[in-house]
């Protein structure tokens, strides 16, 4: 599997990390850090540690799981440690973890003494196809996600099946989302090779060809001009439904499967306005519906999903604009949705 070539960097698949000691030795680095959140300091670190060695060679920061630990004050407890460890400009941060780790660990890296070198190693699928590639970094702030943040690159990422053993299913369901997307807007036969591939447990090989795929799109638009808006394919609806799903239900639905909600409505909108034939809006139906369980979204709940739906950045003015597949591997931008035309779509969604 070849060394993708990203903005200034590799992306490393094969022996990534044995390449990422070879990386810090030319790097000259003065120090590594470490950043783990309490689930990779477990699961992945050890692995790390077969190729950095135990103990003297880095600092390790840990911080709490999950997405509530995205946001400033997190990033104030990274800093300061990095202080007291006595990180100089030639520090660098080596990222362990899923999204939350890549982008605040990006984040954290960009600002600190206006900005010292990163490496991500991710360790979840979400975070392999979609978070670690694309050079945006960033944090929460109050319930706006991703509102503080740059783009800044890494000096390199490092992909390794080896950390999805460890991943609860459904955490494998959120990113195999993304790639399927990957496969929707922009390559049939990546799509088919998907639908007839077994994927608890993807293969690097399919990661890489997402990979590809997602750099391909931001390496033409690295700051969200024009074609990138391509990645946004479910996003517009399965955005409102992840935040309307985290702030009703008790198990929140994951990144995925909001996304996987929103690419089957989106499929109908294709459908409807965008020229995607009956025949292939069913067979996403139908792929979706043997991988994904069924989401309940209420009727009632469908101004509120709207008016989400108005609130996101994507939008200007009052029109949803909607990424929207022509035919199966080709994307459409800029599609003008009304509120009924996107409400049909829940409901078809619904029924
Ligand atoms: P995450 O980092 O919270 O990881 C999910 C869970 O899996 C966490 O509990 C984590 O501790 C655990 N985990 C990670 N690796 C593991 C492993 N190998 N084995 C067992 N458990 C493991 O979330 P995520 O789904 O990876 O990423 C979501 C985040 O990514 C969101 O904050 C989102 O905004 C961000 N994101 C960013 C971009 C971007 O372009 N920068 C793109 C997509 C998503
Ligand atoms: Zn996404």
Redesign the pocket.
């Known amino acids: 599997m070849e060394t993708i070539q990203s903005n200034g960097y590799n992306i490393y698949f094969e022996d990534s990390l044995t390449q990422l000691v070879k990386f810090i030795e030319q790097g000259k680095y003065s120090r590594s850090f470490v950043l783990t959140?309490?689930?990779?300091s477990?699961?992945?670190l050890p692995l790390l540690q077969q190729y950095l060695g135990e103990d003297g060679n880095y600092d390790l920061i840990e911080i709490n799981?999950?997405?509530e630990?995205?946001n400033i004050d997190f990033c104030v407890g990274v800093w300061k440690m990095l202080i007291d460890f006595g990180a100089d400009r030639k520090a660098l941060m080596i990222n362990l973890?899923?999204?939350?780790?890549?982008?605040l660990g990006?984040f954290v890296a960009s600002t600190y003494k206006r900005g010292i070198d990163f490496v991500q190693i991710?360790?979840?699928?979400?975070?392999q196809v979609?978070?670690?590639?694309?050079?945006?970094?960033?944090v929460?702030l109050d319930s706006i996600?991703?509102i503080i943040?740059t783009f800044t690159q890494p000096k390199a990422v490092f992909m390794a099946a080896e950390?999805?053993?460890?991943?609860?299913d459904r955490?494998i369901l959120?990113?195999l989302a993304?790639m399927l997307k990957h496969g929707l807007i922009c390559d049939a036969a990546y799509w088919d090779k998907l639908k007839t591939s077994d994927l608890s447990l993807p293969s690097l090989e399919l990661v890489h060809r997402s990979v590809e795929i997602k750099n391909e799109v931001v390496t033409e638009d690295p700051h969200e001009h024009g074609i990138r808006k391509a990645l946004n394919f479910g996003h517009t609806i399965g955005h409102a439904v992840e935040t309307y799903s985290m702030l009703h239900d008790s198990d929140p639905l994951?990144?995925?499967e909001a996304i996987a909600v929103g690419m089957v409505c989106e499929a109908w909108l294709s459908n409807k306005k965008a020229g995607l034939s009956d025949a292939e809006l069913a067979e996403i139906v139908e792929v979706f519906g043997k991988l994904y369980p069924k989401h309940k979204i209420a009727d009632d709940s469908y101004p509120a999903l709207f008016t989400l739906m108005q609130k996101d950045k994507k939008n200007q003015g009052n029109k949803i604009n909607c990424t929207l597949l022509t035919r199966i591997g080709q994307f459409s931008i800029d599609n003008i949705c009304t509120e009924d035309e996107l409400c049909d779509s829940l409901r078809y969604y619904t029924t």
């Open positions: 959140d309490e689930n990779t477990v699961h992945c799981a999950g997405e630990s995205k973890g899923g999204g939350v780790i890549t982008d990006g991710p360790t979840t699928l979400l975070s979609d978070a670690s590639v694309g050079g945006k970094t960033g929460d996600k991703n943040g950390f999805f053993k460890t991943l609860p955490q959120s990113g993304e994951t990144h995925g």
